[in-house]
């Protein structure tokens, strides 16, 4: 986890707490997302620290038709059910984000060839962009989430990794004169 190079590598000492508390809030919101899975559909979260993002959907929007055993595309309704593309988020015509994954691991094997200032630099940056996307996820269920828990637990991610995000960007320009943009 990137966040666990910083607490080793982090040059300044609120910034290794900073990861450290990253750590863990994450711990804590995978519990919770855990804790939903298996309390609301009897379904065990994925081994590893992390949950896939069709899993994490699922709790948003229903599944596309094709994902769901003995549905027939239809809604009760008659009308034809909004399904998704291959290759496309169900619901939400978003593309999936498969290759991100690969983009992020090499980012963090980059990371961890790097120390000092240029480990700060990077960490700063990397963690923002991962907190940003955090924030995009997280807004599908302020917009469209059924469950009053889960959405309590989006709206805190967005606000307090929203304002983390303005900390990172205010420690990179006040440490390192680097200016994200906007």
């Known amino acids: 986890m990137m966040a666990e ?3 080793q590598k982090g040059t300044r000492p609120e910034l290794r707490r900073f990861a450290q508390q990253i750590i863990d809030d994450q711990r804590a919101e995978i519990e919770k997302l855990t804790h939903f899975l298996r309390d609301w559909y009897g379904t065990e979260a994925p081994a590893g ?40 988020m169900p619901g939400m015509g978003m593309p999936m984000m498969g290759g ?35 924030v995009m996820m997280a807004a599908p269920v302020l917009m469209r989430g059924h469950h009053a828990d889960l959405y309590t637990l989006a709206e805190d991610i967005v606000v307090t990794q929203g304002q983390e995000i303005r900390q990172m960007d205010e420690w990179l320009d006040a440490w390192y004169g680097v200016q994200r943009p906007l």
């Open 100 to 134: 991100m994954m690969a983009e992020e691991a090499a980012r963090m094997q980059a990371l961890a060839a790097k120390t000092g200032a240029d480990f700060d630099v990077e960490f700063l940056s990397a963690m923002t962009d991962h907190h940003a996307m955090a």
């Open 49 to 88: 620290t992390t949950m896939p993002m069709e899993t994490m959907m699922g709790m948003v929007v229903p599944m596309a038709p094709a994902a769901r055993p003995g549905t027939s595309g239809m809604e009760p309704d008659g009308h034809e059910e909004h399904g998704s593309a291959p290759g496309m």
């Open 5 to 7: 190079l910083a607490v």
